[in-house]
């Protein structure tokens, strides 16, 4: 079948990709962009990492205008999909037809629940006492910059990066935080090893970590307080959540194409041959299994194959999965390659001229290699290359590193 017309459901990362990927495979037909958010595409990873560090303006998130000339329908969200028919179902009525689709439609920061300050469509305050922020939008990162400004005390749930990320920048403005986790922060996403790093220099910054169990909201006067499953109380000025995020797959319910409520694509970002999806809604496989990795240069990656898949079919080249994340705050700075978390002390290391310089890499269990750089000047390129080299290689001159230095 040839494709005319095609749909990208999301404006974030994954659609903007997608878009530019269709028209970079040859796709010239007529293409149609369906965003929620009422913004183009902007960096969500700036809004955790420079947010409470920059200026005013928030410029960091900003990215380039788009280059695709879609038709871009913003502020409107997609409510349904009908397969057989080839249509997507708008907000408020209105129906796309389509040749093809791509699902890029994100996902959505998960809350502790009744009480939370909610939002509406695209980002908007509804009515209500502040009791939790969340930070996934540009209008959360603009309230929780405000929020901090009169330098608050702060509770901080969740010890993951965005957790760690927003922690880091509230102590930097002189805010007194405590971050809520139940294991080593990091520790899930990273291992032990590089959560210890992180969280020894976290603490010396002035950081409080309190685990406890699951955290529930409670009312307390003009602040928050948090009561812990061991019966410990929190209480503080503000509270931001950090405890995940959830896929925006309500809208295709009903359309026969989740499994046990996700959404799972082929090699080739492909559920059928008419429809594609790339970025934090899908599940896709891996060499550590069929994952949802919700990470900004993991969609940009997905999205990029997906749109291949959609236009070539088989002929695509599949999925090569490779990780890439990076993560910033008390001090250090963290770029890492491969798949995390990584087991035990590291194969290699290589301290750098300072003492939180350090250049790593594990041997993992499948095969693969992960390797990490803290506070290290190394091109994610020569990276790449070390978490793919054996220990021999390690030694070869080609691979090593320039002089490290701190960043």
Known sequence: MTMRRIVVVGNGIAGLTACDSLRSAGFDGELTVVGAERHHPYSRPALSKALLHGDDALHAHELPEPTHEATELLGVGAAGLDPDARLVRLDGGGELPYDGLVIASGSRAKRLGPGAHQRGAGGAQQDGPVRELTLRTIEDAILLKESVASRPSVIVIGGGPLGMEVASGCLHVGCEVTLV????????????????????????????????????????????????????????????????????????????????????????????????????????????????????????????????????????????????????????????????????????????????????????????GTAAAVNYRIPVPKLRRLADAGPDALRSPALRPPAPARV
């Open 181 to 368: 986790s139940d294991v080593t922060p990091l520790s899930h996403q990273l291992g032990d090893h590089l959560a210890g790093i992180f969280t020894s220099a976290a603490v010396g910054r002035g950081l409080r970590v309190v685990g406890g169990g699951k955290a529930r909201l409670a009312d307390h006067g003009d602040g928050a307080k948090v009561v812990l499953a061991d019966g410990t109380e929190l209480k503080a000025d503000l509270v931001v959540t950090a405890i995940g995020d959830e896929p925006n797959v309500d809208w295709l319910a009903g359309s026969g194409l989740l499994t046990d409520g996700s959404l799972r694509v082929d090699s080739r970002g492909r559920m059928r041959p008419d429809i594609a999806a790339a970025g934090d809604v899908a599940f896709f496989p891996t060499l550590r299994g069929v994952q949802r990795v919700p990470l900004w240069t993991s969609a940009i990656d997905q999205a990029k194959v997906a749109a291949v898949g959609l236009l070539q079919g088989d002929a695509a080249p599949e999925f090569n999965f490779q990780p890439y994340f990076w993560t910033e705050g008390f001090g250090l700075s963290l770029k890492a390659v491969g798949f995390t978390p990584v087991a035990g002390e590291p194969d290699y290391c290589e301290p750098g001229a300072e003492g939180e310089s350090l250049l790593l890499r594990w041997d993992n269990p499948d095969g693969s």
